[in-house]
């Protein structure tokens, strides 16, 4: 994400799942960073299980129901 140099002048939008997960708290706290910096320019869609990386990101949040429905076949 460095410098998002590819995403420049276009309008998409970058979807991440879990990009937090088996990082140590420095490397969390830097990627955190660099996410929100990057969704300063540019719309982010993260997923997530774990509740403190969705707290440490911060930014507009939707959660699910937690009850598991059945699988319609």
Same mark, same amino acid.
Do not use: N, W
């Given at each position: %994400?460095?410098d998002?140099?590819?995403?420049?002048?276009? #309008? #998409?939008?970058?979807? %991440?799942?879990? /990009?937090?997960?088996? $990082? =140590? &708290?420095?490397?969390?706290?830097?990627?955190? =960073?660099a996410?929100?910096?990057?969704?300063?320019?540019? *719309? @982010? @869609? !993260?997923?997530?299980?774990? &509740?403190?990386?969705?707290?440490? $990101?911060?930014?507009? *949040? @939707?959660? !699910? =129901? *937690? #009850? @598991?429905? /059945? %699988?319609?076949?």
């Amino acid at each position: %994400m460095g410098d998002h140099g590819s995403f420049r002048g276009k #309008e #998409e939008f970058v979807i %991440m799942d879990d /990009p937090l997960v088996d $990082l =140590d &708290p420095d490397r969390r706290s830097r990627a955190a =960073d660099a996410i929100k910096e990057f969704a300063k320019h540019k *719309q @982010i @869609i !993260l997923l997530t299980c774990h &509740p403190i990386h969705a707290r440490i $990101l911060g930014g507009h *949040q @939707i959660y !699910l =129901d *937690q #009850e @598991i429905s /059945p %699988m319609v076949t």
